[in-house]
């Protein structure tokens, strides 16, 4: 389901959907025999296969301000949520938002500066497995990115972007199993051309 908004002065996208799959899925709790997975009744290490899985999302994607419909300036906010099965996904539920400012300097009509945050929240099945392993149980995933999108060229955009994630992947052990994986600053370059 999907609805545009129909003023011309401030466009939005509003969705709301989701999915239901029939293939088998690994089961993140329990083995093939019944047991639970990591624990120390798990002999085979091979998780049960469940059938379906499924997922929902809603998508919000609104401009909120512009000082003209001849403007090139605008400011726009996102929002997104999944959420799906707890049991045969890793990740059972996320969002992100942000807010965007397009034609941020004067003469840069197609630039775009964004900043966002996000969250993803290790499944019930996942945390389940972690404890019954013994290894530490994961939580959340937090993330935050800036990045400036710079129409270099009719034809080319260049787009440095930079995030910091909190625990990643919820709170992981490194290679050693010693010592949890620490904070993250990523920066990053994504370029595209337009032939």
Same mark, same amino acid.
């Given at each position: 389901m999907s609805h545009v908004t129909k003023d011309p002065g401030l466009p939005g996208i509003y969705k709301l959907g989701g999915y239901y799959d029939t293939a088998k $899925?690994? /089961?993140y709790r329990y083995n093939n025999q019944g047991k639970a997975l990591g624990s120390a009744a798990d002999t085979t290490g091979i998780p049960r296969w469940d059938r379906g899985n499924w997922m929902v999302y809603g998508i919000i /994607?609104? #401009?909120? @301000? &512009?000082?003209s419909l001849q403007s090139p300036q605008s400011v +726009?906010? $996102?929002? &997104?949520a999944t959420g799906n099965g707890g049991d045969r996904n890793m990740i059972s539920f996320a969002i992100d938002a942000g807010?965007?400012?397009k034609a941020p300097f004067k003469g840069r009509d197609n630039d775009t500066v964004g900043l966002g945050w996000g969250i993803g929240r290790a499944s019930s099945g996942q945390r389940r497995y972690d404890r019954n392993s013994g290894a530490p149980v994961q939580g959340n995933e937090n993330h935050l990115e800036l990045t400036y999108q710079a129409q270099v #060229?009719? @034809?080319w955009v260049m787009q440095p972007d930079f995030q910091y994630v909190w625990?990643?992947?919820g709170g992981v052990t490194d @290679?050693? +199993?010693n010592r949890l994986v620490g904070n993250e600053a990523i920066f990053g370059l994504h370029s595209n051309i337009t032939f």
């Open positions: $899925f690994p /089961d /994607d609104q #401009m909120i @301000w &512009r000082p +726009g906010v $996102f929002a &997104r807010i965007n400012l #060229m009719p @034809w625990h990643p992947s @290679w050693t +199993g």
